[in-house]
């Protein structure tokens, strides 16, 4: 096994390195990542057909890239201790002192696109410097620079369902 594992929901996969890993998880058949690494889901999970891997790569924080298996809706944002938490938590780039919001961006997979959606977030979204209105979608590229209030990551987009 590799040093990272994959905690799968209903709506993302995230991968967790071994260490941050606290209960036995279930292996679920062969069901991999897009580079082979095996995936880790609650059992009785129906298999995905149509989903989407990205990686968040952070470029003003030391934090650690975040590769996600986006199955539905997923809500990024910031929360520190207490609260109720959004499905990617970005606090450990520090998310909240760089002025992201609770609910902050919603990424909306699609069998063709992946859009992006501010949530009417305090500080704004931008998309390659360009503001993401609220009421507006924006379909993702591979390589966008995204802007959460100040805190800057690419969006690697490494597989989607018409790849």
């Keep these: 096994m590799s040093d990272n594992q994959l905690i799968t929901t209903s709506k993302l996969t995230r991968y967790i390195p071994k260490e941050?890993?606290?209960?036995?998880?279930?292996?679920?058949?062969?069901?991999?990542?897009?580079h082979g690494s095996p995936s880790v889901v609650p059992l009785g999970t129906p298999a995905i057909t149509s989903a989407w891997w990205v990686?968040?790569?952070?470029?003003?924080?030391?934090?650690?890239?975040l590769a996600l298996k986006l199955n539905g809706d997923v809500v990024v944002g910031s929360v520190d201790e207490g609260g109720v938490?959004?499905?990617?938590?970005?606090?450990?780039?520090?998310?909240?002192?760089r002025g992201?919001?609770?609910r902050h961006l919603l990424m909306r997979p699609t069998p063709s696109k992946l859009f992006l959606l501010d949530l009417r977030s305090t500080n704004g979204t931008t998309v390659n410097g360009l503001?993401?209105?609220?009421?507006?979608?924006?379909?993702a590229k591979d390589g966008d620079l995204?802007?959460?209030?100040?805190?800057?990551?690419?969006?690697?987009?490494?597989?989607?369902?018409?790849?």
């Excluded at 995204?146 to 790849?163: D, K, Q, R, T």
Aim: charged content about 15%; aromatic content about 8%.
């Design 131 to 139: 503001p993401l209105d609220v009421g507006w979608a924006y379909a």
């Design 100 to 102: 992201v919001s609770r």
């Design 146 to 163: 995204i802007s959460l209030g100040s805190l800057n990551f690419v969006l690697s987009i490494v597989e989607g369902p018409a790849s």
């Design 20 to 34: 941050e890993v606290s209960s036995p998880l279930e292996f679920k058949g062969d069901v991999t990542g897009p």
């Design 55 to 65: 990686e968040l790569i952070p470029l003003n924080e030391a934090g650690v890239p």
């Design 85 to 97: 938490c959004p499905d990617v938590n970005l606090a450990d780039w520090n998310g909240w002192e």
